[in-house]
């Protein structure tokens, strides 16, 4: 059931919206190369600020700047185990929240080692698609009697429902080794699921347009770590989701409009607009989500 | 002379475009940081998916996920001698078809070594400009007398002319090392060479405002390792090819219709659209390009 | 006061612009992985051509086919503390002027010894924020009473005109220890200053939406070591700055157009383009500016 409009968590998400568009946090990043001008571009279009960062006494030196980082391990270099390491620890140390994307979880040994180390100084949030989640609660023996049929490299073998009850355990054992005693997992695919460890609310909405194009996920890590400067785990999960959910929407409808466009008929009969157009469409839509508009994405309680 | 319409390489061609598109393979690349968003997005626009790895152990895990790889020497870090002689070894072992852009071949003396070994686990097909294809058959000592005039930088420095006999006698050479026995050269450059050794075919088309945007290059090789998971060497070079020629064809005619759109005049006559929406058209026209449009290319043989 | 029309450095300007179009010069760059691909797209929309590279044998090799080079120290890895003084050192050696971007000065130990030992082998250009200008200067033992605010990650925390003084040192200290004797500093903000270290100029004009784009600023800095290769420091800084200037004011024009075009209605009042749609206009503005267009943009003697 959808959630009221003037349920508490609804006001808390339209206020970390707008708590980022007017204070426009800083949440460093450690990310992969793939995608981390997209991760940036869609840090900035939120209202947030990005530094990006792959040394240990560096990423430290920025993210004493800041109320929260990102780690997403999609690429990995030789020097980054050792980096890892130390920047968990600080980031802990610190009790300063932090963002995980367990890219690719399962795959190769230095992969599975870093993340199986992050046991030791877990993340706030763990984001990530349903394999993903699922592995890395293997990883760090939480076992729930699922198993994940993945990886398929960085794609999800598994559906969403699969992962509830890895992303549910995930959340507990982060709430318990965090200071605030807070924690969330956002399971991403054709639907979001977003659990705190006690309650798990599910979202829809998302333009399937979201998988043509490299970075939805890894940027969705990084705004919810620009949420998680301004609000709790679990309220940043949820609007970092949410609007991800609104926009890719609205640049969904904004590239039919445009190959609708009578007007535009000449240019768009020759040649449709397609994944690169929606790239564009969407860093836009990021912009122009409200607080409103974020806070108004259909959500219901699992 | 233009290949008739019903020759079995149009048909080959054809089938391998629209086995990417329902079968979605991913092919894992090793590949420069400048451009590297573009070849996933490259990927990902023409059907197939992608993945990113700079450490052994990771892409080897990686790649025994998948039916092709595709490695490019852009930008080398200190790591990645070591990298690439273990990658390469393993990809050879396995018997598992790469591409290789072998970018400015003979410029600095890591970017030579990694190259000069390459010949002892030689990749399946090899996708370069002119001088690159000149440099790595002279590397490998494979001589005909040609010698270019470059490299200067990434660009080349010879005509594609200049570059056939060494192409043809590099897929020999890999050819004979490769454990299907098949391989390919593809010479980009205003015309297109490509050559299985013994055939050598020539194709026209494709705009010049490909040389505008970065990345042209190494986003064809990352979609010629697409192909290679479902098709011959020479198929899945040609059809890459064909398919940038077809799909910067129809971007620069969308350009050239956005910048004569009269309902769009107030905008275009302040700016016409130039380098920066050619690169979101020309995605949009790789997802576009149908296989029937892609295999109807024109090609000549030699 | 504004330079008047038939101000030989005017003449100047216009000149780079078009010998940068007719000459179409490689500036190699060893730049931050965030906004590398952007750098080189700006590269190629002015006119220049772009390579990046990371290992200093290998940067030696590009620079040598170059007549000036860039260095941006926004993402530091473990190698580059050895391969930047080895690359610096060459530079010198071989008195190939180039532009240093110390993105994020004063931030991390590493970065600080990085940016420190360049005092002994220095650039012929720094651009900055005023809060990387002042922390350089103070770097460098150049003091002037100035102390920056900052750093607050990678954006600045002073404004422009308090990096004045800390700007002519700069540019004083390089012209002494440059071969050409010749050197500049641009302080990029709402305005732009650019001193020789004799001469100040300021520069009025630029969109702020370049500040909801990553790679504004790393961008110009490739863009001004493009124009390093055909023209003088402080040519070279006012001819890209004064670009910048013209080609997001374009570019942020038909941003507007666009969403007040009548025919475009149904797309725009669905989703306002925004900061994605903006970064494609811009490369299309840089590619459409003229060297009548640069150098007729506001530029006042201090």
């Known amino acids: 059931m959808n959630l009221p409009a003037q349920h508490p968590l609804r006001q808390a998400i339209a206020q970390a919206v ?17 995608t981390m001008n997209f991760v940036a571009n ?5 209202g947030g600020s990005a530094a990006m960062s792959f040394i240990a006494t560096e990423f430290d030196a920025i993210a004493a700047l800041a109320k929260s980082a990102y780690i997403n391990v999609g690429t990995l270099l030789p020097s980054y185990s050792d ?7 600080d980031l802990n140390e610190s009790a300063k929240p932090w963002v995980l994307d367990p890219v690719a979880a399962g795959l190769g040994q230095t992969r599975t ?51 509830m009850e ?15 005693g807070q924690a969330a997992v956002a399971v991403s695919g054709e639907e979001d699921l977003i659990t705190d460890g006690t309650q798990t609310f599910r979202l829809h909405g998302g333009s399937p347009l979201m998988t043509k194009i490299t970075g939805a996920g890894c ?66 839509a990021l912009a122009a989500a409200t607080a409103e508009q974020v806070s108004a994405a259909e959500i219901s309680e699992c």
Chains 1, 2, 3 share one sequence.
């Not at 980096?83 to 620890?89: F, K, R």
Request: negative net charge; hydrophobic residues 45%; proline residues 7%.
């Open 166 to 180: 890895p992303a549910r355990l995930l959340a507990r054992f982060m709430a318990e080794h965090t200071p605030s």
């Open 219 to 284: 940027s969705l890590g990084g705004v919810t770590a620009t949420y998680l400067s301004v609000a709790s785990p679990l309220v940043a999960a949820l609007a970092a989701s949410m609007l991800y959910n609104v926009a890719s929407d609205a640049a969904a409808q904004a590239l039919d409009a445009l190959n609708q466009c009578d007007s535009c008929a000449p240019v768009r009969q020759a040649l449709p607009a397609g994944p690169g157009t929606f790239q564009a469409l969407f860093l836009d």
């Open 42 to 46: 869609a840090q900035l279009a939120c």
């Open 113 to 163: 080692d870093i993340l199986t180390d992050m046991q030791h100084n877990p993340p706030t949030i763990v984001r990530g698609n349903a394999s993903e989640i699922i592995v890395l609660a293997q990883l760090w023996g939480l076992d729930c009697g699922s198993s994940s049929h993945g990886p398929e490299g960085v794609e999800s073998a598994d559906d969403v429902q699969s992962a």
């Open 83 to 89: 980096a890892l390491h130390a920047i968990t620890a």
């Open 18 to 34: 707008q708590d980022v568009k007017s204070q426009s946090p800083m949440a460093p990043s450690f990310t992969n190369f793939v």
